[in-house]
């Protein structure tokens, strides 16, 4: 089974800045595309990014483009998602999901890390 453990998470003021990090098990990181998703309380999950197993090809969604970044290092088995000039709106429940090569859905989750913006 693969585990993966988010971090990086914490209290913030608007405009701030955090880096998320999601560590993962096993040898198919390096092959499998990597997702950020949120989630704040009385609210639907959202999807935040994906980056491809190279790191070469990213999205965002509408909400976080300009401001946040995801990157990868597959000699660590790590994601990361820079977040800039962060929005209370930006409160959430931040988790990292992982899907195979030819899945089309997200094969492991994460517990998550949590992103507090005050205002």
Known sequence: QVQLVESGGGLVQAGGSLRLSCAASGRTFSSSTMGWFRQAPGKDRQFVAT???NGISTQYADSVKGRFTTSR?????????????????????????LKLRGRASYDYWGQGTQVTVSS
């Open 73 to 97: 290092d597959n000699a660590k088995n790590t994601v990361y998602l820079q977040m800039n000039n962060l929005k209370p709106e930006d409160t959430a429940l931040y988790s990292c999901a």
């Open 51 to 53: 980056i491809s197993w």
